[in-house]
């Protein structure tokens, strides 16, 4: 009986040893079969999410508008452009006139000021103004560019020489350029004398040379979140458009050359526009003025009529004229 109640309790260990690592090995394959089951489905979702194969559409919603941080001026927008001075405003209590939405100003001249962000504590926006396609003597990085790159002098500016815009050593200078336009806050670029091809310019060059420019500078502006315009250049007008924010215009309207750059208007893109008509700012010759504030294809220009220099006198199409303090 000792014997056989051992034997039993010893089968019974034995039963009871070989249930429970059943049941773990059962335990086991659960586990393996729930994680394949899981891993299959994750697979056939994925793929559906893919356009694999499945019914459902990719997403239920569609994916929200990314915003611009490019600026994009409006057909319209008032404008003043001083080139030759310095604008006085007090930082601490700043003020300007005229109350216009935009300042084209000189990039160089304000490099180490607090205009900029003076103007935009009145809720400006500032273009700033480079030579991209001439060279000047006396900028800050005059020196950097190759005697091997420079052309012939630009007629009416005996300092200035026509440059190689395909060279990349030009193209990296202009780099810099873009560099201290984005320290500055500049919100947009206005790269003057991009229209060489229009010119005796000593070089060659054509207006592809121009259009691939424009492209650089475009996505280098871009890439540093500002807003660039097409200075003049009308034969790249309708090529550039898509790039641009804006157009800058000298003289359309004195050489009957306006409707060239209307596309900007039609594309809702602003032409900041430039006519010098004798006597401007303080006595413009009034016939000019009515020719130049009414000239066919300059419908929702940006006009304002300057003296040749760009100093601080501006006058606009309604009779306004106004005087923007500068530093003497």
Request: glycine share 10%; hydrophobic share 35%.
């Amino acid at each position: 009986m000792e014997g056989g109640t051992e034997g039993k309790l010893r089968g019974n260990t034995r039963e009871s040893r070989l249930s429970r690592r059943q049941k773990l090995v059962l335990a086991a394959v659960g586990a393996v079969m729930l994680i394949v089951l899981i891993i299959g489905l994750g697979l056939g979702l994925g793929l559906r999410n893919r356009g694999g194969g499945g019914d459902e559409p990719e997403t239920t919603q569609p994916p929200a508008p990314q915003p611009t941080a490019v600026w994009q001026p409006a057909v319209n927008t008032s404008w003043q452009i001083i080139l030759n001075a310095k604008l006085d405003i007090d930082p601490d209590r700043p003020a300007v006139v005229p109350d216009v939405e935009v300042y084209d100003i000189d990039m160089f001249m304000h490099q180490n000021s607090r205009v900029i962000s003076s103007l935009h504590k009145l809720n400006k926006k500032v273009i700033c103004y480079f030579s991209a396609g001439s060279y000047e003597p006396n900028r800050p990085d005059s020196d950097k560019f190759p005697d091997a790159d420079m052309g012939s002098v630009m007629e009416g500016w005996p300092d200035e020489k026509w440059i190689n815009i395909s060279s990349p050593a030009i193209r990296e200078i202009m780099v810099g350029r873009l560099d201290i336009a984005s320290r500055m806050g500049c919100d947009g670029v206005d790269p003057d004398n991009v229209d060489g091809f229009q010119n005796k310019n000593g070089l060659d060059l054509k207006p592809e040379h121009s259009v691939s420019f424009m492209n650089f500078l475009a996505d280098e502006a871009h890439n540093r979140k500002m807003a660039i315009g097409l200075k003049n250049a009308g034969d790249i007008v309708k090529t550039m458009l898509p790039k641009m924010e804006f157009a800058v215009n000298e003289e359309c309207a004195e050489f009957k050359a306006c409707p060239i750059f209307s596309p900007f208007i039609k594309a809702g893109k602003p032409v900041f526009h430039i006519e010098y008509p004798d006597g401007a700012p303080f006595d413009t010759d009034g016939d000019q003025k009515d020719e130049y504030c009414s000239a066919p294809g300059a419908e929702g220009f940006s006009t304002i009529l300057k003296a040749m220099n760009l100093n601080f006198g501006a006058e606009y199409c309604d009779g306004s004229t106004v005087r923007t303090k500068v530093l003497p």
